[in-house]
């Protein structure tokens, strides 16, 4: 069996394109590993028969010569996505008996190509979160975890866990201020968030519409690589996708970065950011100096404004979002005597506490009086921060930072909203700017734990930005298993 979980993602898509495995096999591999990880809570929802069907299926169409660029690859998918008649909670109480009627568009979009659906993988709720202790449904543990259960980052801390515990493939994950890379981060795998648009937001559960992108959690650069190939694409049910062509990333895998300029912007290395994580930051600037790129000092001045401009437009977006979960049309519903008492108990009761934090947020800085001040003032600055954004790609080609501002911490550590909300300072930035962004994995700090590096390209820059970042992977190596893997 462990031979079977040792391939990566291209790897096991060659040995099934040349019939040295079979997609039941390996999809059994991985169903095997979901059961001996089970006490990590990664899969909210396990679909047993669902996979072994879809990968016989995969298995005919190898035999035929059909087969799609992910035939018969296992993956696991946050809960986010809407899936077909497969409970769809966004790891939230009010949709706990939701079974939706349609596909979102990239899952659709990766049957198309032949994956195999494992199950649905725990998150934040309503991707509200960066250490997945908002999911209804309790905590996913890190599988870097010694002793000490360690958070695996959020929102999509699920879909990080059973990527790098081996229990799944490649994931999806949503990524709306830092929930593909910081929990990519904390796993010490590879999270990719494309430019806003690349992806479809149809079929995903909302949470603040402007940010929200999908994007693909795996093992590898090459791994992710392949799996946006097939989640990207335009989609006329979104009025935001882009009708824009995405050339075979894969095909950029090995492009020389000889000459390129990598921007190391001054305002990500401020005070209070682990001592380990600066170190690694440094080798990586040395690893990308010495594959031939120039190094330049640049300045994005507004990046101090960042977190509290995505704190009062992501909540304020989610709080309309939010509406439509009124216990009418969806989920939840607890009767009561009045209309108005029958929404209070429903959302009352149906909503966590750091969701329902958010909707007072998000009505208070929207509502009359208030909207000038707080909304209208934080759509301004964050145009400054695009701004920063558009001066500083006209000198470079990349931005690399730190992922987080610290590695893994344990469960329940951090218990105060504001220190929760400041992990997400150096992947909030690119998402209020609509940039592609991408953790690697780079080494293991002195506790033990991964350390992930952020490479930040220019819109729908994606070919280059995977150009650099398995540039960067090589040089860094990072090739050390969690010890709660499945073996
Ligand atoms: N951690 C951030 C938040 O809580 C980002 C979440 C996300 O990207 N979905 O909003």
Not at 191 to 199: E, F, I, N, S, V
Not at 333 to 359: C, N
């Amino acid at each position: 069996m462990s031979d079977l979980l040792n391939l990566d993602l291209s790897s096991a898509q060659k040995s099934l394109k040349n019939r040295e495995i079979s997609s039941v096999e390996l999809t059994k591999a991985y169903l095997d590993a979901i059961e001996k990880t089970s006490s990590l809570g990664a899969y909210i929802d396990l679909q047993k028969d669902y996979a072994l069907e879809m990968a016989k299926n995969s298995d005919k169409k190898i035999n035929q010569g059909v087969a799609g660029p992910l035939e018969g690859i296992p993956i696991g998918v946050k809960d986010m996505f809407c899936t077909k008649d497969i409970k769809t909670t966004a790891s939230s109480k009010i949709l706990e008996n939701f079974y939706p009627t349609y596909e979102s568009t990239v899952t659709q979009n990766l049957w198309n190509d032949g994956a195999v659906m494992l199950g649905k993988l725990s998150c934040d709720e309503f991707a509200m979160g960066s250490s997945n202790e908002t999911a209804a449904k309790g905590n996913v543990i890190n599988p870097w975890s010694k002793t000490i259960p360690m958070s695996p980052g959020g929102s999509s801390g699920g879909s990080a866990a059973a990527v790098a515990s081996r229990s799944a493939l490649a994931a999806t994950g949503t990524d709306t201020g830092g929930s593909i890379r910081q929990p990519a981060a904390f796993c010490g795998i590879t999270g990719l968030k494309p430019t806003y648009g690349r992806c479809s937001r149809w079929g995903i559960v909302a949470f603040s519409s402007s940010l929200d992108q999908a994007g693909p959690l795996t093992r590898t650069v090459s791994d992710a690589a392949i799996m946006l190939n097939s989640m990207a694409g335009y989609d006329n049910k979104d009025s935001t996708s882009a009708n824009l062509e995405m050339p075979d990333l894969t095909s950029y895998l090995d492009k020389s970065i000889k000459g390129k300029k990598i921007g190391i912007p001054k305002e990500y290395t401020q005070d209070g950011i682990s001592e380990d994580i600066v170190s690694f930051y440094e080798t990586s600037i040395q690893f990308l100096k010495d594959s031939g790129a120039e190094i330049i000092p640049v300045s994005l001045p507004h990046t101090k404004y960042a977190l509290p401009v995505y704190y009062i437009i992501a909540p304020a977006e989610a709080s309309s979002n939010l509406a439509r979960y009124d216990g009418v049309r969806y989920g939840t519903r607890k009767e009561a005597e009045s209309l108005d008492d029958m929404y209070e108990l429903t959302r009352g009761e149906g909503f966590g506490d750091e969701v329902q934090r958010r909707i007072m947020i998000g009505t208070y800085v929207l509502s009359s009086g208030y909207y000038d001040a707080y909304y209208l003032k934080a759509q301004k600055v964050r145009r400054l921060i695009k701004e920063d954004f558009d001066n500083t790609f006209e000198n470079v080609d990349f931005l690399l930072t730190p992922s987080t501002p610290s590695t893994a911490f344990e469960l329940g550590q951090k218990q105060d909203p504001l220190t929760m909300y400041l992990n997400d300072i150096f992947t909030v930035p690119a998402s209020l700017a609509g940039l592609p962004g991408i953790s690697i994995p780079v080494g293991l700090d002195k506790a033990g734990l991964p350390v992930g590096i952020q490479l930040i390209a220019n819109s729908f820059d994606e070919p280059n930005l995977i150009s650099v970042a398995h540039t960067l992977e090589k040089s860094a190596n990072f090739n050390v298993i969690a010890q709660g893997a499945a073996k």
